[in-house]
């Protein structure tokens, strides 16, 4: 490569990064610069709040067992046949994920703000643990060294500032920041894993998800009681860390077979910082 070609590449590499750097300023800038955001107390009033077998809110509780169900398949994997890649940031994913069957269904048996707490930490846990895994598989491996425990403590400070002050303002701010970074990485970082399609389908069940439960009432209503929005949310929610379990299963089976697998940082994979 001439020095005018590797010139280039790393001014298309610079604008990546400092995009990337630009997402948390901005973030930050965001949250400091807009005043304090309470929690709505009507967002506890969900559609289906009918009790069954001594369950209160039976169908938004019961439904998170499916994140328990994706949540152990993606860390026994992790665990047992340790895949290329982030493999401890896919396991702090994995763990929130679990995490989140447990907190989300001690906040719908009797929903709060208090115990909306216990379902929105490992929900950020979960954010950043698939956001560290990203940049270190599409940015830098050695990311993942850095980043990823002061990355889940950044996710449980702002839920804990919530839970302090009743400011809901780091808590989106982090939820934002991992989101789009997501976003980003995938669209602008090239990788030679080939996994765009299972993170697509990851990001677009949770996109659903998150419009179910937008949706809440008037789902209930169109299914006449049958399920409700935040009820579907949820189902469809512990999809999307199944999308990822998958990617990192057809990892194994492409090494297995002799298949395309990257295990180390090359100029084609992905930039040296």
């Not at 369950?55 to 169900?69: E, H, R, W």
């Not at 449980?156 to 500032?161: D, L, M, N, P």
Request: glycine letters at 8%.
């Amino acid at each position: 490569m001439t020095g005018a070609s590797r010139s280039h590449a790393w001014s298309r590499v610079n604008w990546r990064l400092y995009l990337l750097a630009a997402i948390p300023v901005a973030a930050l800038a965001i949250a400091g610069a807009v005043g304090p955001v309470a929690q709505p107390q009507d967002y506890h009033l969900f559609a289906d709040r009918r009790p069954w077998l001594g369950v209160p809110n039976f169908g938004d509780a019961v439904s998170n067992a499916a994140f328990l169900i994706t949540g152990a398949l993606g860390l026994f994997h992790c665990v047992r046949f340790r895949p290329e890649g982030a493999r401890w940031s896919w396991i702090v994913f994995f763990v929130g994920v679990i995490l989140v069957s447990a907190g989300s269904a001690y906040y719908h048996w009797s929903p709060t703000n208090q115990s909306l707490v216990w379902d929105r930490l490992p929900m950020t846990i979960g954010f950043m643990g698939v956001y560290v895994a990203l940049l270190a598989e599409f940015v830098d491996r050695r990311l993942e060294r850095f980043l990823l425990i002061p990355a889940a403590l950044a996710g449980i400070a702002s839920v804990a500032y919530w839970a302090v002050s009743g400011d809901l303002r780091f808590y989106f701010g982090v939820q934002a920041l991992s989101l789009g970074s997501i976003v980003v990485i995938v669209l602008s970082f090239r990788n030679t894993r080939r996994q765009n399609r299972y993170l697509a389908a990851a990001f677009l069940t949770y996109a659903l998800a998150v419009a179910g439960d937008r949706l809440d009432h008037e789902i209930f209503a169109l299914t006449n009681g049958v399920i409700s929005g935040h009820t579907l949310k949820h189902l469809l929610a512990a999809v999307a860390p199944f999308w990822i379990y998958l990617m990192l299963r057809a990892r194994g089976q492409a090494s297995s077979s002799g298949g395309l697998v990257a295990t180390k940082n090359t100029r084609s994979e992905r930039p040296v910082l």
